[in-house]
T-cell receptor, first 112, second 113 residues
Framework: AAGVIQSPRHLIKEKRETATLKCYPI?????VYWYQQGPGQDPQFLIS???????DKGSIPDRFSAQQFSDYHSELNMSSLELGDSALYFC???????????FGPGTRLTVL | AQSVSQHNHHVILSEAASLELGCNYS??????LFWYVQYPGQHLQLLLK??????LVKGIKGFEAEFIKSKFSFNLRKPSVQWSDTAEYFC???????????FGTGTRLKVLA
């Protein structure tokens, strides 16, 4: 069965650079969620989209932005990267918002 | 603010031992409850979920969980663990009106062969 695809899987950036993370949901899933998991921490919700509209917002820094495109894939744009942004970024998708979320393998971002 | 607590951060068991991982949440309204497992180097996978109905939920790989509303708990159990159950386990909650997951801090389980 098709799963959530995230790219890239690993990303190394310097401080103050920008990064773009991509998420391709399971086919027919209309909702995408982004989570950030710092070292040794639980995943923290960043933002979600339902039918290409932002549906919920969590602890996402103003330096980050995201959107969901017409094909339902989503991109998380991160600017002015800081050391503290180093984390595993998970994307999840669901068929309608009320159902369980299916997670991608994550993108490991390292900021040097 | 809503929160989820997992009291056991690290658990070490021998094969065939019984497992119970605690999960408590702080929210007085309607909740949906989930347990996810993350095997080393892999993504989060759903073990089981509770939306409504029978509070005893059976999931994959022999896992089950019981929702006790009066205790705000959703503990995960397995009668006999295997070496392949070595992984990190996360409890997650969604509250009425929102669909974002609030995760617990996770429990690292190590099963000794």
């Amino acid at each position: 069965a098709a799963g959530v695809i995230q790219s890239p899987r690993h990303l190394i950036k310097e401080k103050r650079e920008t990064a773009t993370l991509k998420c391709y949901p399971i086919p027919r899933h209309d909702t995408v969620y982004w989570y950030q998991q710092g070292p040794g921490q639980d995943p923290q919700f960043l933002i979600s989209f339902y039918e290409k509209m932002q549906s919920d917002k969590g602890s996402i820094p103003d330096r980050f932005s995201a959107q969901q495109f017409s094909d339902y894939h989503s991109e998380l744009n991160m600017s002015s990267l800081e050391l503290g942004d180093s984390a595993l970024y998970f994307c999840a998708s669901s068929l309608e918002r009320a159902n369980e979320q299916f997670f991608g393998p994550g993108t490991r971002l390292t900021v040097l | 603010a809503q929160s989820v607590s997992q009291h056991n951060h690290h658990v070490i068991l021998s094969e065939a031992a019984s497992l119970e991982l605690g999960c408590n949440y702080s929210y007085g309204g309607t909740v949906n409850l989930f347990w996810y497992v993350q095997y080393p180097g892999q993504h989060l996978q759903l073990l089981l979920k509770y939306f409504s109905g029978d509070p005893l939920v059976k999931g994959i790989k022999g896992f089950e969980a019981e929702f006790i509303k009066s205790k705000f708990s959703f503990n995960l159990r397995k009668p006999s663990v295997q070496w392949s159950d070595t992984a990190e386990y996360f409890c997650a909650v969604t509250t009425s009106g929102t669909y974002k997951y609030i995760f617990g801090t996770g429990t690292r389980l190590k099963v000794l062969a």
